[in-house]
């Protein structure tokens, strides 16, 4: 199994920018391909954002295209997301998920999580 760990949330303005990193330790990073989520107040989880393993390959959800690219970096274990343009929507606390035989949308897919960091965008 891979742990991940997530950072780089905070506070900013809306039209700021943030960018999320989701360290993994553990099994080869690069078996995995790498999944953004998010969880607003009072709301259910819901995909951002995923990349396959070479990182040659991404997706988004329509609310984040042309705003959120996400990337990885094998050597470092590290998948990044970021964040431009931030809307008061976007608020919510953001997690990576990771799997070794899945990319896509499907959260219950996932097999991997971080605990997840909170982004709160600011009107």
């Known amino acids: 199994q891979v742990q991940l760990v997530e950072s780089g949330g905070g506070l900013v303005q809306a039209g700021g920018s943030l960018r999320l990193s989701c360290a993994a330790s553990?099994?080869?990073?690069?078996?995995?391909?790498m999944g953004w989520f998010r969880q607003a107040p009072g709301k259910e989880r819901e995909f951002v954002a995923a990349?396959?393993?070479?990182?040659?390959?991404?997706i988004y959800t329509d609310s984040v295209k042309g705003r959120f690219t996400t990337s990885r970096d094998n050597a470092k274990n590290t998948v990044y997301l970021q964040m431009n343009s931030l809307k008061p929507e976007d608020t919510a606390v953001y997690y990576c998920?990771?799997?070794?035989?899945?990319?896509?949308?499907?959260?219950?897919?996932?097999?991997?999580w971080g605990q997840g960091t909170q982004v709160t965008v600011s009107s």
């Open positions: 998920a990771a799997d070794e035989n899945y990319f896509g949308r499907r959260e219950y897919a996932y097999g991997q």
């Open positions: 553990g099994r080869t990073f690069s078996s995995y391909a």
């Open positions: 990349i396959n393993w070479s990182g040659g390959g991404t």
